[in-house]
């Protein structure tokens, strides 16, 4: 990755451009994806909807770097930015970006997302932001990790941290908000022990309000990733888990050490796992363009383990990680079956 001043002094400043200029030409490039979705069915020619929703990014994206300067300047140019008081400005803003990308995508893609969770008594209910809490989420399926923060901000009142690919940085609103917030970024090649590191940094430091989200699977599934994941597992002389890991049709097998890492590191947190299916076979862009539905909905099941029932040993812990993730792939094959 570039220097963090060499990416705000090049890349934000080209996105401003970008946006004008998209802006001003937005006609001819609605014309250009017009054309290019000819070529697919009639029901499929989603070109239109393409074009719009990207310049309605790049519009929210300039407006986030705007306000973060503002928050900068606000906090004596920079000084003040760690304090209580600006972390939560800039989780304000987190939530305002989300909601108008979410907010978009359900005018133009129609998207709808149904979560499921079990009944909460109002005690339950009352203690919801009593305890930090550890999302442990499937990876699939194109803006899953968007989706999933933008609820955890909106709906449940949460402040997310969360571990990403350090590639991601090469958005300038990600870049600017979300490394001024407790997150991470990693590189593609990290050591696990580093990546074990900055979860362990993040779950250590929790308050009753904030969640910190893995993605155990490490990656979107393909069925070329499972086939490696389980040769890596018998590589290791893990049968068992190999074993486990052939029995999961939609899902990569877990790599426990994040999740362990994590509870490890704050033992006081619920566990909320998340299970969602519905773009999950969109696994390129090409996938996106030629096969995403004129409706996209999503649909998600969330349970949450007490931090008193999550078991306390290595090895229990891996196998009841193993266990939920079974859970997840029954769950996703009846909703297959179903849709």
Request: with cysteine.
């Amino acid at each position: 990755m570039p220097p963090r001043i060499l990416r705000r002094l090049i890349l934000v400043p080209l996105v401003l451009v970008l946006t004008v200029v998209v802006l001003v030409t937005l006609p001819f490039w609605l014309l250009v994806v017009t054309l290019a979705s000819l070529r697919l069915p009639p029901p499929q020619r989603r070109g239109v909807r393409f074009a719009w929703f990207g310049a309605v990014w790049l519009v929210l994206e300039c407006g986030a770097l705007l306000a973060c300067l503002g928050l900068w300047v606000a906090a004596g140019f920079g000084g003040r930015l760690r304090r209580d008081k600006f972390q939560t400005r800039h989780y304000a803003l987190i939530r305002w970006f989300l909601s108008r990308v979410y907010g978009t995508a359900e005018r133009v893609f129609r998207l709808t997302v149904t979560i499921a969770e079990p009944p909460l008594t109002e005690a339950e209910q009352a203690a919801r932001l009593t305890r930090p809490v550890i999302v442990l989420a499937r990876h699939a399926g194109p803006g899953d990790s968007f989706l999933l923060v933008h609820h955890l901000l909106a709906l449940y009142r949460r402040q997310p941290r969360i571990v990403m690919k350090a590639a991601l940085q090469y958005d300038p609103s990600l870049d600017v908000l979300v490394n001024r917030l407790p997150n991470a970024f990693v590189p593609r090649r990290a050591a696990e022990s580093g990546i074990l590191a900055e979860i362990t940094r993040l779950a250590s430091t929790m308050d009753d309000d904030d969640a910190l989200v893995i993605f155990p699977e490490g990656g979107n599934f393909t069925p070329r990733r499972r086939r490696l994941a389980i040769r890596r597992l018998e590589e290791k002389g893990l049968a068992a888990e190999a074993e486990r890991a052939r029995n999961l049709d939609h899902l990569l097998p877990p790599r426990p050490g994040g999740a362990i890492a994590a509870i490890e590191a704050c033992p006081s947190a619920d566990v909320v796992f998340v299970a969602h299916t519905g773009l999950d076979d969109l696994m390129t862009i090409g996938d996106v363009w030629r096969r995403l539905p004129l409706e996209a909905r999503i649909t998600a099941q969330w349970w949450r383990v007490p931090a008193a029932e999550v078991p306390r040993g290595r090895e229990e812990r891996i196998r009841w990680l193993y266990d939920q993730w079974e859970i997840i792939d029954a769950w996703i094959a009846a909703q297959k079956v179903t849709s």
